[in-house]
């Protein structure tokens, strides 16, 4: 398993300095155990689930990020059942294994100052094999050589192709609430 | 035949240069009050649909209605700077700010919106709309926001910008979003939530890489530079214009009409170009007044344009009337006509000959033609003929013509009138000169280089020698306005007197033209304007919206008459009816009154004098836009309410007041109100208040209409209105009045049917009380009875005469009280037992021993109870009547009143061997007696031994 996250985890950052078209690295963060949730709260049923493998790097000098997260380690479902319609019926969890959210901090800010900063992320925002552009506001804390980011934001199923079968209508919102608390540490 | 004699003239010619930085005519400057002390600076102008002139200032939102700042209300979180503004198609106003934030204005208040993606952290410096209603927003920093679907998006120098600092953003149809940045245009266009992104720059030819400013027309695109001055470009960004050498620095704001570019500079205020179209931009115009630094620019839909800058803001005419040429005072005493070329040359006399100005690139130039022995009030009358020939009128010294490309000028000599005559004017068409003098007319025939000249001086024909101007119609009839015989027609050589025209219309006619529909207007000395559609004959006047009655000229353009008076040119839009007004609001003040003062062109252009300067009014830029008008607020008791159309008001909330404002920013002095209350008013009433209260209205359906208009015709006035109830207090309303009946209606009915039973009960209490009495007479005139009594009264008068006499007392004692009690309902319990008494005096008589009764009432029960009448003697009589009385078996009769209050009557049964017949009648009659009295009953109980009857007794009320 630890070798599984550890090949991940350099095949994410194999992809991240190929993205950034191999320019002279910055100094990077990362976190490979972020917590990631979400919930809908559908009329008829409230579905949530959480992670806490959310993979992310983020290069303080150009502001460039990059994170992503296995779709097969939501856990916390209300049932097995539920678990499985998750996986199966609505992310195609076999086909679309991560999803991810890549870009740049749109503020220039100085990420090496401590400080608490109220930032906008702009970058793809990639689930169920469809990418959106997204502006992402974040709350950053950067003290003790750490940066902790806490983060809010919506999906829409109808943005990333996610089917809902008209029987479970009532059971899914259109729209999914997220929130990601990660701490990034130095490479 | 005509000898053309040569003059000795003198040629003179020069030819000056005039600086073009006229002043622009009528600026009227406008100043942002102070806000405690704080002078807050305009940044941007913005009109909204309904025709508000919005500010946006350093210290928040302005509505400007031409005479007034109004600051809009916003919420405490909202930042003050404000930096853009647009009205989005949902009729609410989005205000971006310098901090980057964005709110909206809706019913009057600024609020802040919420964005799940966050504000921008940089300046908004434009927020627009375009065809699918995207809301594009740029920012000084962060370059482009786009928000659908109420998600906001980012376009920046990572998707291909060349800058992320934005100035300003255009939509233009089939080309994009342009934006302009510090390193050229960004043309943005978004194909399936793709960014495409195509760059203008230097590389292009661009003059300067910083755009600061875009402007769109319908044809062109115009982008104002850093150091590059202004040019345009069309929509497939082909240079159009290209700028002059720039000198006035940096460019602020753009706004371009079909004949002019204004300019904000930073440091050079309002500049002005002339520009024809599609050519260069020629002539140069800059306004320096009080506005050294120009911020903002806007462009009314009246056609004004506006500038603001620092705490000022400032209404110039725009491109509607111009002033073009300026010239001494003294020169502008002395001029009494002008003639406008076919070259678009504009020609007018001076003291001593005639100018010439003729516009070459940027500058007037000038010719002068010297007329010898003419003296400064001579020349009254110019015309260009067919041959570009001027004809000069003069008065007292005929006609000269001038050959403008030669300077060559002739005097015709033809005849006396035409050397000596009194010209009044020349006018013409094709071929034909018109001469019109006090002496009469003559007609000029022009062919080749010859003139043959048709005298009409005989009065028969027009109908008076003086004729003060002659007009030729599309029609080629020739209106000949006279002194004294109004109007007189010439149509294929045939003269038409027209009586009408001077009958109610004045005899003394200045002025016709015709307007595009082709109706003949014309001017009257005392009837003011009047316009003759073929059939009949029409008075503008003062009520029709015409400024003054005293009317010195007339010029008719296209659709437009302009009407001239001393101070104010009216314009009469002829489809509409529509007026408008040039006058000292627009810098239009002593309007040379002379009969050929001023000059139009197929153009719809109008030249005129005014003070000191030529006006050029340039009908189609100038839109003839009637005032609007608008409901700004409506008030319960002095209290805002944000009421909407159609509100219901209890019947207590009747006092209300409504705000109006009339919009027209060309004369906002000139702005009257008509308002009525529908349901309240009977007639509009006229008022130049922007506030009508109605105190105490009463319940009812109303519209509060209100209208406006620049005179006091208020035909076709835009009209706005508020229409809303006041309910009818609850007490009024139908279903309480129906209700209220009902309820009446019901209580009616059973207090009559309660009655009914009343009487019923009374009927038939008289009834079984006449029967009681009668059972009882009955029974006590029964033979038995009497015949019993009488036997016992002869055995006392034997045996005891003396107690003879007590028995016939108690006998005659008991007749006389069932005659005294018998109509009686009730009797008291004391009375019936005296009246007991007596009887059972008569009958103990009779059985002695046998007949026992034992009373337990005391007094005092006896005179609280009370009961019906000869019940109790009843009840006895039945007891002796039903049993063997005897000595062997007495009837013992008990009479006591149990702890219910009823009366008990109580016997031993002897049973008789045969019993007596009964009708029942005594007991029944008791009943019956006793339901109508008392709800509780007579109680009839029957055992082997006893008989008991309880009879309810009846307590005294006192």
Same mark, same amino acid.
């Given at each position: 398993m630890l070798f599984q996250k550890k090949i991940i985890c350099c095949a994410c950052l194999l992809f991240f300095l190929l993205s950034t078209g191999f320019q002279q690295p910055g100094i990077l963060y990362h976190t490979v155990n972020g917590k990631i949730s979400f919930r809908s709260e559908a009329p008829l049923e409230l579905i949530r689930a959480s992670s806490d493998q959310l993979i992310g790097l983020l290069d303080i000098n150009k502001r460039n990020f990059s994170f992503k997260i296995s779709i097969r380690t939501f856990e916390g479902f209300n049932s097995p059942m539920q678990k499985e319609h998750f996986n199966e019926n609505y992310l195609e969890s076999d086909k679309y294994h991560e999803a991810s959210f890549s870009g740049k901090i749109i503020e220039d800010i100085d990420l090496t100052k401590e400080g608490s900063y109220s930032i906008r992320a702009k970058g793809m925002l990639t689930i169920h094999g469809v990418q959106q552009e997204r502006i992402i506001k974040s709350e950053i804390t950067i003290s003790d050589n750490k940066i902790s980011i806490m983060s809010n934001f919506t999906v829409l199923l109808s943005d990333h192709n996610i089917p809902i079968p008209k029987v479970v209508y009532q059971k899914l919102a259109n729209e999914i609430k997220a929130e990601v608390t990660a701490t990034l540490e130095p490479r | 035949m005509y000898s053309y004699s040569k003059l000795i003239f003198l040629f003179f010619l020069t030819a000056i240069t005039i600086s073009g930085f006229a002043q622009q005519p009528g600026a009227k400057l406008y100043e942002l009050p102070a806000e405690n002390g704080e002078q807050a600076k305009i940044t941007l102008l913005c009109q909204d649909k309904e025709g508000y002139i919005f500010c946006g200032t350093t210290n928040g939102l302005f509505r400007f209605d031409g005479i007034d700042f109004y600051k809009t209300e916003q919420a405490a979180d909202v930042p003050k700077e404000v930096t853009a503004i647009c009205e989005i198609p949902n009729k609410e106003i989005w205000v971006g700010f310098s901090n980057g934030n964005i709110a909206s204005l809706k019913n009057n208040k600024i609020q802040l919106l919420h964005f799940e993606e966050g504000f921008p952290k940089a300046p908004i410096k434009q927020i627009i709309t375009d065809d699918k209603n995207i809301i594009w927003i740029a920012t000084a920093g962060e370059g482009v926001y786009y928000y659908v679907n109420n998600r906001l998006y980012n376009i920046n120098m990572d998707d291909g910008l060349t800058d992320d600092y934005i100035y300003d953003i255009h939509f233009v149809k089939n080309l994009g979003i342009v934006a302009a940045t510090d390193r050229g245009i960004n043309i943005c266009n978004l194909q399936n939530s793709k960014k495409i992104i195509k760059t203008y720059s230097s590389k292009n030819g661009l003059k300067d890489n910083i755009v600061r400013c875009l402007y769109t027309t319908q044809n062109d695109l115009w982008i104002g530079m850093q150091d590059g001055g202004v040019s345009s470009y069309t929509y497939n960004l082909k240079e159009n214009i290209a700028p002059p050498v720039w000198k006035y620095g940096q460019v602020n704001d753009v706004v371009a009409t079909s004949q002019q570019v204004f300019v904000a500079t930073e440091d050079n205020g309002l500049v002005i170009y002339d520009h024809d179209g599609n050519d260069n931009l020629s002539s140069l115009a800059q306004n320096n007044l009080q506005l050294k630094k120009v911020s903002c620019l806007l462009r009314d839909r009246e056609g004004n344009v506006w500038a603001a800058g620092n705490n000022l803001l400032m209404r110039t005419s725009g491109s509607n009337v111009q002033a073009i040429y300026h010239f001494t005072k003294e020169l502008s005493e002395d001029i009494h006509c002008l003639l406008l070329a076919r070259d678009e040359s504009l020609w007018f006399n001076t003291a001593s000959g005639l100018k010439q100005l003729k516009k070459e690139g940027d500058v007037w130039k000038e010719k002068y033609y010297p007329v010898p022995d003419i003296t400064d009030t001579e020349i009254s009358g110019l015309y260009e003929d067919i041959n570009s020939t001027i004809w000069i009128g003069t008065m007292g010294k005929g006609i000269f013509l001038l050959n403008g490309n030669t300077g060559k000028l002739t005097a015709l000599k033809k005849d006396s009138l035409l050397q000596k005559g009194n010209i009044l004017s020349i006018t013409g068409k094709d071929n034909t000169v018109w001469i019109a003098s006090l002496e009469g007319v003559i007609k000029a025939d022009i062919t080749n280089n010859n003139i043959?000249?048709?005298?009409?001086?005989?009065?028969?024909?027009?109908?008076?020698? $003086?004729? $003060?101007?002659?007009?030729?119609?599309?029609?080629?009839?020739?209106?000949?306005?006279?002194? #004294?015989? #109004?109007?007189?027609? =010439? &149509?294929?050589?045939?003269f038409t007197d027209m009586p009408r025209s001077r009958e109610d219309n004045g005899s003394v006619v200045y002025k016709v033209a015709e307007d595009m529909y082709g109706n003949i207007w014309y001017i009257t000395y005392d009837n003011g304007l009047i316009k003759y559609d073929g059939q009949k004959f029409t008075a503008y006047t003062a009520s029709n919206g015409l400024s003054d009655m005293t009317i010195t000229g007339l010029a008719a353009t296209k659709d437009n008459v302009l009407v001239f008076h001393k101070n104010s040119v009216d314009v009469i839009n002829t489809g509409n009816g529509h007026i408008s007004y040039l006058n000292a609001e627009q810098g239009i003040q002593n309007i040379n009154t002379d009969l050929n003062s001023y000059a139009a062109n197929t153009n719809a252009d109008v030249y005129f004098i005014a003070g000191n300067a030529i006006f050029k009014y340039h009908a189609s830029e100038h839109v003839t836009f009637q005032p609007s008008i608008l409901i700004d607020n409506v008030q319960l008791f002095l209290n805002d309410i944000n009421a909407e159309q159609g509100h219901s008001f209890d019947h207590n909330e009747n006092n209300l007041s409504f705000y109006y404002t009339g919009l027209f920013y060309s004369q906002p002095d000139k702005i009257l109100y008509q308002y009525k209350l529908e349901g309240y008013d009977k007639d509009w009433i006229n008022t130049k208040d922007r506030i009508k209260n109605f105190p105490k209205l009463s319940p009812g359906t109303y519209t509060f209409r209100v209208r406006v208009s620049l005179s006091n015709d208020f035909n076709n006035a835009q009209e706005a209105g508020f229409a809303f109830t006041i309910e009818n207090p609850f007490w009024l309303k139908p279903w309480f009045i129906f209700f209220s009946f009902f309820s009446m209606g019901v209580l009616l009915f059973l207090i009559v049917r309660q009655r009914e039973k009343r009487v019923n009960k009374w009927n038939k209490m008289e009834r079984e009380k006449i029967q009681s009495q009668l059972e009882t007479l009955r029974n006590q005139i029964n033979p038995h009875f009497l015949f019993n009594s009488f036997n016992t009264l002869v055995s006392e008068i034997e045996e005891h005469p003396d107690r003879a006499v007590n028995y016939v007392e108690h006998l005659s004692d008991f007749y006389r009280s069932i005659v005294v009690h018998r109509e009686k309902d009730l009797i008291s319990l004391k009375e019936e037992l005296n009246?007991?008494?007596?009887?059972?005096?008569?009958?103990?008589?009779?059985?002695?021993?046998?007949?026992?009764?034992?009373?337990?009432?005391?007094?005092?029960?006896?005179?609280?109870?009370?009961?019906?009448?000869?019940?109790?003697?009843?009840?006895? %009589?039945?007891?002796?009547?039903? *049993?063997?009385? @005897?000595?062997?078996?007495?009837?013992?009769?008990?009479? $006591?009143?149990? %702890? %219910?209050? $009823?009366?008990?009557?109580? *016997?031993?049964?002897?049973?008789?061997?045969?019993? %007596?017949?009964? @009708?029942? =009648? #005594?007991? &029944? *009659?008791?009943?019956k007696r006793y339901a109508l009295l008392s709800n509780k009953h007579v109680i009839i109980e029957q055992t082997e031994q006893y008989f008991t009857v309880k009879i309810p007794l009846i307590q005294n009320l006192l």
């Open positions: - | 043959s000249f048709t005298d009409y001086t005989d009065i028969k024909s027009i109908g008076s020698k $003086y004729v $003060y101007h002659i007009f030729t119609d599309s029609k080629d009839r020739v209106w000949f306005a006279t002194d #004294g015989k #109004g109007l007189t027609v =010439m &149509q294929n050589n045939q009246i007991l008494e007596d009887y059972f005096f008569v009958q103990q008589k009779r059985y002695g021993r046998g007949l026992q009764i034992d009373i337990r009432i005391s007094a005092k029960q006896a005179l609280v109870f009370s009961i019906a009448p000869l019940a109790l003697q009843l009840l006895i %009589e039945n007891a002796i009547k039903h *049993n063997a009385v @005897s000595g062997d078996a007495p009837v013992h009769i008990e009479i $006591y009143i149990d %702890e %219910e209050n $009823y009366l008990v009557v109580h *016997n031993n049964i002897n049973k008789k061997l045969q019993p %007596e017949k009964s @009708s029942s =009648m #005594g007991l &029944q *009659n008791i009943q």
